[in-house]
C-alpha cells in the first residue's frame, strides 16, 4: 500500500498546475457560452437564427476535434496545436462584439469552431497521460473546471446587469490568456502505435462498444444541451409571464447565475468521488444514468411555471453533464490504442459537443419557434427516453456489453 501510495504520490507532483488551467478555462467559457442564446436574443434574433448559431460551432467541431486530436497525435505537435486552440479563442471571442449581422456571426462561429473546439479534448487528454495509472483522480482534477464555471456563472450573471452582456466575450478572452501560458508545462502520450496511425484509427473507430457508447452519447448531449443552451430562454418566459422568485422580480442574467450556480454545486459530489462511481458502476451505468436523468430533467421542465422550481431542477446536472463526462473521458482512455489518446477524446469531444450538441440546438430552436420553448422541452424529453430505449435494445441485439 505504501508504495503504490509512494508511486501516486511521485506522480502528482509534477501537474499541481492541472487544477489551474482548468480552473480558468472554464472560468473564461463561462463568460459566454451560459449567456450566448440570451446575448442573440438582445440583438434582435429570432429561435431559428439563435438555433443556427448555437449549432455551428457543434456541428463544425464534430469533423474539426478529431482532425486537430489526429492531426496532434500523428505528429506528436500537441502543445502547438493546443495553442492554436487556445489563441484563436481569445481573438476570435475578442472581435465577435464588433459582428452585428446574422451573416457575420455565422462567419465568426464557424472559425471559432473550425480553429478552437479541440481544446478541451488536448486538455484531458495530457492530464489522463500526466496520471498514468492513477487516472482514477481525473475526477479530482476536472472538479477544478466545475469550479471555474459554477464561481463564473453567477458572477458574470452579476456583472453583466451593469456592463451589458456585451462584454462577456472581452471577458472570456482576457480570462483564457492564463491557461494559454500554462501549455508549456502539459505532457503528451508521444508513444509511437503499433501500426501505422491510420490502421490504429481504423480499429478504434471500427470497434463496436466504442461506436455504440459514442450513439449513447449523442443522445445524452443533444438531451442536455436543451437546458444548456436554451435556459435562458424559459427563465425570461416565466419572468416575463409574471413568476417571481419568492416574491422577488429578478432579472434573468441575475437567475441564470444562479442556477448555473446550482448546477456546479451538483457537480462537486460527481467530481469528487468519481473514482468510487468508476468502480461501482462502470462507464456504462454512468452513461446510462446520464440519459435517463437527462429525458427526465427535460420533462419535468415542461410542466413547472415556478421559478424556485425551475432552479430547484439544476441540482439534477451533476446526474447528466458530471456522469457523461466522466465516463466519456475514462471509456475513451481506457480504450485508445497507444499514441492515439487525444484522438479517442477527440471522438468522444465530437460526438459530445459536435453531434449531440449541434443537432440538439438545431431542432430545439426550431421546436422552440414552432411550439414554445415549455413544449420543446417536453418533446426532447420523450425523444431522449425513446433513444434509450434504443440504446438498451442494440446493447442486447449485437450482445454488447
Known sequence: MSTRNDKEAAALQGIGFLPSMYFFTFLGLSAVIPYLALYLDSIGFNGSQIGVILSIVPFVSMFSTPFWSGLAD??????AVLVVAIASAILLYGITPLVGSFNW??????????????????????????????????????????????????LFGWLFNYTGLVWMFW??????????????????????????????????????????????TFLAAAGQTAHGSYLSLLLNQLGQDGATLFGWAIPVAGLLGVALLLSMLSEVPIMVHSARLLN???????????????????????????????????????????????????????????GLSATAQ??????????????????????????????????SGVIIMAGFGLVALLERRFQIS
Not at 451505468?285 to 419535468?300: T, W
Open 105 to 154: 456571426m455565422v462567419v465568426a462561429f464557424v472559425a471559432l469552431a473550425l480553429f478552437s473546439s479541440h481544446l478541451l479534448s488536448l486538455a484531458d487528454s495530457a492530464t489522463m497521460h500526466m496520471l498514468g495509472e492513477f487516472k482514477e483522480r481525473y475526477g479530482g482534477i476536472r472538479f477544478w473546471g466545475t469550479a471555474g464555471w459554477g464561481i463564473g456563472g453567477p
Open 171 to 216: 471577458f472570456s478572452s482576457a480570462i483564457l490568456v492564463l491557461p494559454l501560458l500554462l501549455v508549456r508545462h502539459l505532457q503528451f502520450d508521444v508513444q509511437q502505435q503499433k501500426e501505422s496511425f491510420f490502421n490504429d484509427l481504423r480499429g478504434l473507430i471500427g470497434d463496436r462498444r466504442l461506436l455504440l457508447f459514442l450513439f449513447a
Open 346 to 379: 477527440g471522438l468522444f469531444n465530437a460526438a459530445l459537443s459536435g453531434i449531440g450538441y449541434g443537432l440538439g440546438n438545431l431542432v430545439w430552436g426550431i421546436f422552440i419557434d414552432q411550439y414554445g420553448v415549455q413544449n420543446m422541452y417536453g418533446i
Open 280 to 338: 461501482r458502476l462502470g462507464t456504462r451505468g454512468l452513461l446510462f444514468i446520464s440519459l435517463l436523468v437527462s429525458a427526465g430533467r427535460n420533462l419535468l421542465y415542461a410542466f413547472t411555471d415556478q421559478l424556485w422550481v425551475l432552479l430547484l431542477l439544476q441540482l439534477l446536472h451533476g446526474l447528466t453533464f458530471a456522469l457523461l463526462w466522466i465516463a466519456g473521458v475514462h471509456f475513451m482512455a481506457r480504450n485508445a490504442p497507444k
Open 74 to 79: 500523428a505528429s506528436k505537435r500537441h502543445k
